[in-house]
């Protein structure tokens, strides 16, 4: 569950980003959302590689 909590928190530490770059159009706040985006896409490949070790290791 570790790794969900961590997950969990990336997306919630990156909402104050969200609504800058969407609703007030700061593009600086574009930029970190981009590379929140990449961080969360890293983080989901390594998870699934995680799942998919667990699962077939028993």
């Known amino acids: 569950m570790e ?3 961590q ?3 990336l997306v919630m530490d990156a909402e ?3 609504v800058k770059f969407y ?3 700061n593009k600086a706040a574009g930029t970190r959302v ?3 985006m990449q ?3 890293v983080m989901a490949q390594d998870i699934r590689g995680e799942v998919q070790n667990m ?3 028993g």
């Open 39 to 41: 961080d969360l896409k």
């Open 23 to 25: 609703d007030k159009q």
């Open 55 to 57: 699962k077939n290791n």
């Open 34 to 36: 981009r590379k929140t």
């Open 3 to 5: 790794r969900f909590n």
């Open 7 to 9: 997950l969990k928190s």
């Open 16 to 18: 104050a980003d969200f």
